[in-house]
């Protein structure tokens, strides 16, 4: 049975505007040739969409060519304005921006690990209505936070997990209690960070990859067929319990020492450094495994840089080797502070062990984003949780 006209439009329109969303403002022209629709069928939903308030005109598309055509037609960026948060164990990140992605404002906060509860939930919510306040901003439609730990898929809930501090877990509801308005939404930090790479970093031609987060501590996000997989029980990627040889213990479910976090951690990664006799000072937040890493590669760096680095390279091998062998996924991405700082000398270093490792041909890259990815993620599932409510787009 043929859709009613009132269907058609309705499947037209979200498809348009879905467009708009993954490409941008766009020419009725370019919409055209993107949709397969008639001219007239898109002359129609352009004009639908801007009575409705949802989008606009953007700009023109070329000084050579004038009328309606030429005029690009974007989202309207202030419909809804949204905030995205990395919560880590040591501070927290925060952007506002508008619907379209336009940072508005950006700030950060360090807080200290001997904080109660309380203050550091406090020290976090009032950063957020800080920058909240410096964009300008009166309402706040969504939020999205990435933090480290489990995922309950059932619920969207952070659970509780050893190791990590109390207050993620409160920060939560404190942000639904203090903006009682937005959607306020969390989601694993790898996670989140794997699709950054994929939209708009080291992964943008792949529909299935692994994200090997190198950091504080380690994980990893698993995609494939395009679909972020979190498993049955949100602990897809848990990769720091990853028995590994090489570390004298095995780990247990209340500690990952003894893992593959006891071979990649970033407190792991600058005891090994320091056995070639290099030691760095961290930049701001950065994690001491990752400065140390960048002081290898500096040119004219220490005797012990080489080397180093070779055993770096031999520790991640077994953690990527691990993967493939299970998912094949075809392309890892290191990311995080130290698969950043590692660049491609890194990643080159662990694909040719990996050759020798695996049958399985695998490309393994270098992170585009490195520490910034899980705020950017943070900030696209907010984008798109709001822009489907607000447009109904699928």
């Known amino acids: 049975m043929p859709a009613s ?60 060519r004038r009328g309606p055509n030429a005029k690009l037609y974007g989202l309207v960026a202030d419909r809804a304005q949204l905030a995205a948060l990395d919560v880590r164990t040591e501070g927290v990140a925060v ?32 950063l957020v209505e800080r920058t909240v306040k410096e964009a300008g901003v009166d309402r706040l439609h969504t939020v999205g936070i990435g933090a480290p730990g489990l995922i309950d898929p059932a619920g969207g809930e952070l659970r509780n997990s050893i190791g990590l501090p109390a207050w993620h877990r409160r920060l939560v509801a404190a942000l639904q209690e203090r903006f009682p308005h937005a959607r306020v939404s969390v989601e694993n930090e790898t996670n989140l960070a794997a699709l950054a790479e994929q939209r708009e970093g080291a992964a943008r031609d792949r529909d299935t990859f692994v994200l090997l987060w190198l950091g504080h501590g380690t994980g990893a996000a698993v995609v494939l067929d395009g ?45 090994l450094a320091a056995q070639y006799g290099l030691t760095a000072r961290p930049e701001g937040e950065e994690p001491s ?9 500096e040119r004219g760096g220490p005797e012990g ?35 950043r700082a590692g660049g491609p000398e890194l990643a080159g270093r662990v694909a040719e062990r990996l050759r020798r490792m695996t049958p399985l ?12 990815a899980v705020l950017r993620g943070a900030l696209l599932t907010a984008r798109q949780s709001a822009q489907e409510e607000l447009f109904g787009t699928p």
């Open 5 to 64: 006209p009132r269907t058609a439009r309705a499947i037209n329109d979200r498809l348009a505007l879905q467009l708009l969303q993954d490409e941008g403002p766009l020419t009725a022209g370019r919409l055209k040739e993107l949709t397969g629709l008639s001219r007239p069928t898109v002359a129609d939903l352009v004009e639908r969409l801007t009575a409705a308030g949802l989008i606009e005109i953007a700009g023109e598309a070329g000084e050579q």
């Open 95 to 126: 952007l506002v921006s508008d619907l379209v992605g336009r940072v508005l404002a950006e700030a950060s906060v360090p807080i200290a690990g001997d904080v109660g509860t309380g203050p550091a939930v406090e020290q976090a919510v009032t």
């Open 227 to 271: 679909t972020l997989r979190r498993g049955a029980s949100g602990g897809t990627g848990e990769i720091g319990f990853l028995p590994v040889p090489g570390t004298g213990a095995l780990p247990s479910a209340a500690d990952c020492e003894g893992g593959f976090h006891s071979l990649a951690g970033s407190a792991a990664i600058t005891a």
């Open 289 to 297: 495994g990752s400065a140390v890493v960048r002081k290898a590669l």
């Open 305 to 339: 840089s080489r080397r180093f680095l070779d055993a770096l390279a031999d520790r991640v091998a077994i953690g990527v080797a691990s993967v493939v062998a299970v998912l094949d996924p075809g392309c890892v991405v290191l990311g995080g502070e130290t698969g």
């Open 361 to 372: 041909p695998t490309e393994v890259r270098p992170s585009l984003l490195g520490g910034t």
